[in-house]
């Protein structure tokens, strides 16, 4: 039996994705820029899709434009700001993913209209709206993905706009886990993830409030209202609205028992393993996520040990795995070089059960023990 630790990576798909995205490939072939009737039904599929994406952040469906991940919803929210705006000062905060962080330097390499400045966290990984400079362009993200820290999004919003800036939020790793509400958020751009809240992957959304103007930054056809070129993925797209859906339904119940699971989890590894630190906040805190620190292991070997026993983790972003940098995130936190190698994230989800965790509880310590004597050997 595998056990799958790893939702902050790809999430498992949620009830009714695979049988929706299996019925649109079989019955509805066509391109939604034609004018026939498989382009009609196929644009009505997509109609619906945005229907359902800004159902669930409370939003209207004209403000939402459909991209093919979070990624691409974070580079059209940069450079498409910045590009629309003649440039300007962009602020990330020091914890932000990869597809902000590297679009936040390419700006400023590319443009001498673009500055990049950090905004500091704390030993938690949260932002002090209070201490943010003055810039034209802010991104923050609602939840990490390494440390699962929840930022107060409607206060560096305010902040933000105190100081005449606009607010973007990477909440590729909120939806589904925590409310995404984005009028209560005030923020102006928000970028959402397909498959990190159990739809397919190669799909993705970035919603605009209205009156926020962007370069696109894909050009060719005039779909998406002229913001986003290029035939849409229908299929991921339609998998991504039914996610959304569940998700509706699902998500207060869902999370409250997730949390349980992730609760038993660091009261287990506390028990059974000397030595852990949990990273990020005790309470401002996504459900699922706990990444702890084993110093004195390596965070690389850690995980082999957990798969070679059927485990499935991460020692952060599924993107840097596999590099031996400690991340950069878990740095600007304040953690020490050699404690930020020693990180496992079990990141948990829909499908996970006590048995699972009560079973990574049975393996953990011998895999960290192993590991810790491979490092001091
Ligand atoms: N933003 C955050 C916070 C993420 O965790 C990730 C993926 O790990 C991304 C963006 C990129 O998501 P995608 O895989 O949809 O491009």
């Known amino acids: 039996m595998r056990i799958y630790m790893d939702y902050n990576a790809t999430s498992p798909l949620r009830r009714g994705v695979q049988r929706a995205v299996a019925h649109h490939l079989e019955t509805n072939g066509g391109n939604p820029s034609s004018i026939h009737e498989e382009g009609r039904r196929a644009r009505r599929a997509l109609d619906e899709v945005r229907r359902q994406v800004a159902q669930v952040i409370g939003a209207a469906a004209g403000e939402v ?48 209209a673009v500055t990049h400045g950090l905004a500091s966290v704390d030993g938690l990984g949260r932002v002090d709206p209070d201490e943010l400079d003055p810039a034209a362009c ?10 699962g820290v929840l930022q ?55 919603w605009v409030r209205p009156g926020v103007e962007l370069a696109a930054q894909l050009h060719g056809g005039h779909q ?91 020692s952060g972003s599924a993107c840097t795995a596999g590099s031996l940098e400690p991340s950069a995130a878990v740095l600007a936190m304040g953690v020490s070089d050699p404690v930020a190698r020693s990180v496992v994230r079990f990141s948990l989800g829909h499908l996970s059960t006590e048995v699972e965790v009560d079973a990574v509880l049975r393996l953990l310590p011998e895999v960290v023990r192993r590991a810790r004597t491979e490092v001091a050997a």
Not at 92 to 112: G, N, Y
Request: with cysteine; charged share 15%.
């Open 65 to 112: 434009v459909l991209v093919g991940s979070a990624t691409e919803a974070n580079n059209l929210a940069l450079k498409g700001w910045l590009g629309a705006a003649g440039g300007g000062h962009l602020i990330t905060s020091a914890i932000e993913h990869p597809s902000v962080m590297e679009t936040a330097r390419w700006c400023a390499d590319a443009s001498s």
């Open 138 to 147: 802010y991104s923050v993200m609602a939840a990490n993905n390494e440390v």
């Open 152 to 206: 107060d999004i409607p206060a560096i919003a305010e902040a933000c706009h105190a100081h005449g800036g606009v607010l973007h939020v990477d909440a590729a790793q909120a939806l589904g886990r925590v409310p995404v509400d984005v009028g209560a958020w005030g923020a102006d751009l928000v970028t959402l993830s397909s498959h990190k809240a159990g739809g397919p992957s190669g799909a993705g959304a970035l």
């Open 224 to 314: 998406e209202r002229n913001r986003r070129g290029g035939t849409e993925n229908v299929a991921a797209a339609v998998g991504f609205g039914v996610a959304c859906d569940v998700i509706l339904g699902d998500f207060t119940a869902e999370a409250t028992q997730v949390a349980a699971l992730r609760d038993r989890l660091w009261s287990g590894v506390v028990a059974a393993v000397p030595d852990v630190v949990r990273l990020g906040h005790p309470e401002r805190t996504l459900p699922n996520t706990l990444a702890v620190a084993f110093p004195g292991a390596s965070g690389e070997v850690l995980l082999m040990g957990l798969d070679l026993a059927g485990v499935s983790a991460s």
